[in-house]
């Protein structure tokens, strides 16, 4: 069997024979060009926003018929090679051909069931001469449907609803009389609300002078809509009709704006009927942006004994990180930035009661969590707002909010472009929010991409409510097992949830448990006490930070220090240790990695400031430019930054590429190259010994051995076995 555009889509849709399944799945595990096409099938048919194919105009390539007949093979070998040629230069046209053999595949892999008394009405519709009257369809023509003696026939619709059954036809002529009568009734009840409430005005109007504690939102029932500025009763002290843009003040200036029937009485206005409450959810759209005061809206908690807290923050429009004094409580200010740095834990109070504990941490501490290699500082910005206890924005990292008091707390989370609203309704109630922003080979930063976004939520303990997304809520939420789990995806579907959850999620706590074996992070606990005792005083923390890397004696605490410098974007320092040549400095340069690869996970934005091509009369700029490096030095850099596409993985140019980067004059690029290909070649027994920080002559006689083994054929490494079922795994 050929391996063309048509059997790999039927591969893929498993509708092939298991013979042929096997020998389609050995012939893409040989090839790359069809693991490539098989990677960008799975990706365009999953792609969003993608147009379809014109039917009109110069792009108008082919039409609904002809990818009929060349899906049912009914094409000539020069259209069906005109078709994939198509389909292999456009995404659009690709993706129309793989969905559509995919519907197919779905509607034509099940038997069609007809009833036989749907047959008879699809016989009594055809008026011509080929019809014949009367016929009746037999219950034998569809097995599945044959009915018992003495059993009635349910006619069955197309999406499997019941419809009337012809013997009962009193019902075509009953539903609309029943209607008819029900407009009767309701017409004749509006006109007699509407004639009893001008005659009985002025005995509401007395029964509401007899209460003058009645709250005046009785009277916003004629009040017009303000569509620019809600209004506040409470502070108003009554509705205020909208007069153009600004709405009237009926204590100082009376009510200029009246009621169609100008009825100038005030009492008159006390009449109206209460409007009932607005109970829908605003859409986000609605929801004002956050407010760009600056002022105190929360203050900083001292750190406890055994847990050192390492609180930044940053003025907006500024550039230093100032360390917030962790031995007593400081004001925290809105619009400010505020990060927890790798490691350590740091918790604000805000004014209206709520707490915010920002949750720093590292790989070795979330060493059971999916996304813990993504997981280092936390990073925040809150924001002033009177009608809640506490507003922020997360930017990434983790956070846990809380509630300490008695009465519910209201608490808006904005990240990206979403807005949730929490309600913690029970004192000590706790809620954990985690936004891991990830760069998959995927994404297409050079164009710029925005990275993958994973946004969880899981409730702690006690009972919470959230609402997002327009008309979206959910007030019962409750942990730690009930439906206490969302997740929310910027490429997916948007938010799945809530889900029930059978036990509590450990990776979500403060104190995940230790992978069996130990504690890895034992020596870095003991590394942050000592950092955050010692970097205290007036110095810049990027300043702190980069000392500590240099000079700390212990290896846990440089390395925390340099995961820090990437926290507050001191991205130089980092290019300048792992720039460092010593030898010993080996577990820096790693560390100095890690800190870059999960700081250009940021957003398209990081790639620019590392590096910006020329483009008309601008110079190439950025920061690898400022390092001395040229053009094609910069790309390699950034491209060493992020992963390998699966299909490149499996080139020998990769391999071959990033031996010949083992060769290069600059540390930078060497230990890049060399990370790569420690990761590619794990497990290869044949893995030439190489450390970038050697002498040229050793480093040298490293890279020949590196190109016997691509000379070989030993890298690529084999690809593992396919799996049975073909790529998407076995049946299940």
């Not at 407010?291 to 406890?304: D, F, G, L, N, W």
């Not at 400081?330 to 400010?336: G, L």
């Not at 991409?449 to 008309?471: F, I, Q, R, S």
């Not at 910027?490 to 504690?519: C, F, S, W």
Request: net charge neutral; aromatic share 6%.
């Amino acid at each position: 069997m050929r391996l063309t555009l048509r059997t790999l889509l039927a591969y893929l849709d498993d509708t092939l024979e298991p013979s042929e399944i096997k020998q389609i799945g050995q012939k893409v595990a040989e090839s790359d060009a069809a693991q490539e096409l098989v990677a960008r099938i799975k990706q365009v048919t999953r792609k969003r926003r993608l147009t379809t194919p014109p039917l009109t105009g110069p792009g108008a390539k082919f039409d609904p018929n002809l990818i009929a007949e060349y899906l049912d093979n009914e094409l000539s070998g020069e259209q069906v090679a005109e078709i994939e040629k198509i389909c292999l230069e456009s995404d659009v046209h690709l993706a129309e051909i793989a969905a559509c053999h995919q519907i197919l595949t779905l509607v034509l892999g099940e038997p069609a069931l007809v009833p036989p008394t749907a047959r008879e009405r699809m016989y009594g519709l055809v008026k011509g001469r080929e019809a014949i009257p009367f016929r009746k369809a037999s219950a034998k023509s569809n097995p599945n449907l044959a009915l018992k003696p003495g059993e009635e026939a349910e006619e069955t619709a197309v999406l499997g609803m019941p419809v009337h059954k012809r013997h009962a036809a009193w019902l075509k002529w009953a539903i609309p009389i029943a209607g008819i009568f029900l407009l009767l009734a309701l017409g004749a009840a509006l006109v007699s609300a509407l004639s009893d409430g001008s005659g009985n005005r002025n005995k509401v109007a007395n029964a509401d002078k007899t209460a003058p504690g009645k709250d005046d939102s009785a009277r916003d029932g004629d009040k017009p809509a303000d569509r620019d500025k809600p209004t506040d009763k409470d502070k108003a002290g009554g509705d205020k009709p909208a007069d153009k843009d600004k709405p009237a003040d009926k204590d100082k200036g009376g009510d200029k704006d009246k009621p169609s029937d100008k009825d100038k009485d005030k009492d008159k206005d006390k009449e109206r009927d209460p409007k009932p409450p607005d109970t829908t959810v605003k859409s986000p759209d609605r929801v004002p942006p956050p407010s760009k005061e600056r002022k105190e809206v929360a203050t900083s908690v001292a750190a406890q004994p055994g847990a050192p807290s390492f609180l930044v923050s940053r003025r907006q429009g500024q550039d230093k990180w100032a360390r917030l004094d962790p031995s007593k409580a400081v004001p925290v200010y809105s619009t400010d930035s505020l990060v927890s740095l790798p490691g350590f834990a740091s918790e604000v109070r805000a004014a209206g009661g709520a707490r915010l504990l920002l949750w720093g941490t590292t790989p070795e501490f979330n060493s059971t969590n999916p996304f813990g290699a993504f997981l280092y500082e936390s990073a925040v910005t809150l924001h002033a707002n009177s009608d809640g206890d506490l507003e922020f924005t997360l930017d990434r990292g983790r956070v846990y909010v809380s509630n300490p008091n008695d009465k519910p707390a209201r608490v808006r989370v904005r990240f990206l472009t979403e807005v949730w609203d929490l309600t913690l309704n029970e004192r000590d109630t706790e809620v954990v929010l985690e936004l891991v922003k990830t760069c998959p080979p995927e994404v297409n930063y050079q164009d710029g991409e925005e990275p993958v976004a994973n946004m969880t939520l899981y409730v702690l303990k006690g009972k919470a409510g959230v609402k997002y997304d327009a008309y979206q809520g959910y007030p019962d939420l409750a942990g730690p097992t009930g439906p206490a789990l969302l997740i929310w995806n910027n490429k997916g579907a948007g938010t799945k949830g809530p889900l029930a959850i059978p036990q509590p999620i450990a990776v979500l706590t403060k104190e995940p448990p230790p992978p069996p074996g130990g504690d890895p992070a034992k020596e870095l606990r003991l590394a942050r006490g000592e950092i955050a005792g010692r970097m205290t005083g007036g110095q810049p923390v990027d300043v702190m930070l980069l000392e500590g890397a240099q000079t700390s004696p212990v290896r846990e605490q440089r390395i925390l220090c340099i995961f820090g410098l990437g926290a507050v974007d001191d991205v130089g320092s980092l290019f300048d240790l792992l720039a460092n040549e010593d030898q010993q400095a080996g577990p820096e340069r790693e560390a100095a990695i890690f800190a870059l690869r999960r700081w250009v996970c940021r957003g398209p934005q990081t790639t620019q400031y590392l590096f910006t091509p020329k483009k008309g009369d601008k110079e190439d700029r950025g920061l690898l430019i400022d390092k001395g490096f040229k053009t094609s030095g910069a790309e390699i850099v950034v491209s060493l930054l992020h992963d390998f596409k699966e299909v490149d993985r499996r080139r020998p140019s990769t391999y071959e590429a990033l031996v010949y980067y083992l060769k290069d004059r600059r540390m930078v690029i060497r230990e890049l190259g060399y990370f790569h290909l420690k990761r590619l070649t794990a497990g290869l027994k044949e893995a030439p010994n190489y450390d970038p920080s050697w002498p040229s002559d050793r480093r040298e006689k490293a890279v020949k051995e590196w190109e016997d083994l691509i000379a070989k054929g030993k890298l690529p490494p084999p690809p593992p076995m396919p799996m049975p079922g073909g790529p998407m795994g076995p049946p299940k």
